[in-house]
Each structure stands twice: as C-alpha cells, then as structure tokens.
C-alpha cells in the first residue's frame, strides 16, 4: 500500500496509523494540555491587568515572577519557610494523632458523637481570624500561639471526616464480617477502617491546607515571622511585585505539598487506583 506523495516528491502525506497514533497521545494526555493552558491563560490575563493598570498596587505577571525568582535566589523564601513551616507541621501532626483517633471513635460510639460532634462543627463554623487575637492573649505570641492556630482550623476538619468515613463505612462489608463470625477487634481493624481510609486520608489533605491558612493567618496577626514577615514588610514599603511573589510562593508550597501526599496516598495506601 502506497500514500499520497506531493507533486515535487519531498514530502509524503501523514500515514492512518501515524495519525491515529498522535491522536491517541494528544488523548492521553488531554487533561495535561488543558490545564497547561488554563494556567497559561491564567497568566496571560494577568500580565494584562497589570500593565492596563488595574492599580498601581497590582503588578504584571512577569514583575512577579522577576521578584519570586530573585527571592529564591537570595534565600529570602529558605529562610523564611523554615521559620513558617516548624509550627505547620507541629500543628498538623498533633492535629493528624488526635483527629484520626477522635473520628474513628466518634463513629464508632454514638455517645462519643453526641458528646464531641457539636463541638467541632462549631469550631469549623467559628472565624478563626476573630479567635487568633484570643489564642494571643492567652498564650502570647511564640510557637504554641502560632501551632494552637494551626490546630484549631486543621483538627475539626480531620475529626470530622474521620468520623463521617467510619459512621458511613460499607455495611455489606460489615455484615460479611459478622457472618464469618468476625470478633469486634477484626471489624474494625480489618473491615471498618480499611474502608473508611479513602476519606480519611482526605480529611487529612484538607487538614493540611486549613493549617497552611492557619498559619499565615497567625504570622499576619499574632507577629510578623517567616512568610507573613515578607507579605507584611514588602507591602509596608510598597514593594509589590515582592509581595505577590511572596503570596504566589504560599500557593505553590501548598499545592506541591497536596499533591506530594495525594501521590502518596494513591502509590502506598492505594495502589489499585493507579493509572496503568
């Protein structure tokens, strides 16, 4: 079988198969290419706006990126993340122990929910910016003050999907437990939790991000440390593209941070989802 061949001989027209295969890698990867551009017409938009300009506040996208790469290049970012991140992951470890243990046992009794459920939806409803002035007046405004604020936006979101993934595991699995004459322990080591781990590890992302808003949210209120430090110092002495840079460096640390754990949880704790 022959392909079109032009007049002049230099080139041939693309084989089906060849064609099919593009198609097939173009498919493949569809999710990537929108996002890429939705990003890049993200940035683009951006870039306009600030050369327009929308305020003399607001800088264009390529100031930005200029600031955030020279502030890596500094150590400006090392230095302030590592004072940002020690009360984060304090926080969220303490908020990871005692929000997974709460929210098995909520889901497990019933008394426990009825004695500790109200309390942490009314915690997740509570504006934590209103509360963080209080944590300050009590504790002053060290480590504990900042971790305390990690811990009260991260914890009711833990405890609450943990509780919500174990109260709604499958009963179908139970009942099979119980007509194997599985004891209580085995229910719920190997039937209840297994199941209800999914959403748990999610309660735990979204844990995660709540801590970053607490955090930021106590080095903006309680004293200006770590990250808040730079928003706070660049916006005091009118160096925008430095603070945007700082608060695009706030998104990206998260995202890369969620998107770590949620690659871990699919490689490790759930291997079957796994894209071939």
């Known amino acids: 079988m022959s392909f ?27 999710t990537a290419l929108w996002r890429t551009a939705s990003i890049g017409l993200f940035f683009l938009v951006w870039e306009i706006a600030g050369r327009i300009p929308i305020s003399f506040a607001f800088p264009t ?11 890596t290049l500094d150590g400006s970012f090392v230095a302030a993340y590592a004072e940002t991140l ?9 908020s990871a122990v005692i929000g997974i243990g709460l929210g098995i046992v909520m889901g497990l009794s019933r008394f426990a929910e009825w004695l500790a459920a109200p309390v942490f939806i009314v915690l997740q409803a509570a ?16 480590l504990v003050s900042k971790t305390l604020a990690v811990i009260m936006l991260a914890l009711p979101v833990i405890v609450l999907n943990g509780y919500k993934a174990v109260r709604n595991a499958n009963p179908s699995l ?29 309660g735990l992302r979204l844990g995660l991000a709540a801590g970053f808003i607490g955090v930021i ?8 440390t770590g990250i808040g430090d730079l928003i706070t110092y660049h916006r005091s002495v009118a160096d925008y593209p430095e603070m945007y840079a700082a608060v ?4 990206l ?16 704790l759930r291997p079957e989802k796994r894209k071939s």
């Open 4 to 30: 079109p061949v032009q007049a002049n001989g230099s080139s041939r027209a693309v084989p089906p198969s060849e064609a099919s295969f593009v198609w097939r890698k173009l498919s493949e990867h569809r």
């Open 174 to 202: 139970v009942a099979m437990c119980y007509s194997f004459q599985g004891n209580w322990w085995q229910r719920i080591t190997k039937i209840i939790i297994p199941d209800a781990s999914p959403v748990i590890f999610a």
């Open 248 to 251: 695009v460096s706030i998104i």
């Open 61 to 71: 996208f390529l100031e930005t990126l200029r600031a955030f790469v020279t502030m």
């Open 217 to 224: 949210l106590a080095e903006l209120l309680i004293t200006p």
């Open 127 to 142: 504006p934590m910016a209103a509360l963080i002035p209080l944590i300050t007046f009590v504790y002053g405004i060290g």
């Open 253 to 268: 640390v998260s995202t890369l941070t969620l998107a770590a754990l949620e690659a871990f949880e699919l490689r490790v």
């Open 86 to 94: 020690q009360p984060l992951v304090i926080g969220i470890a303490i």
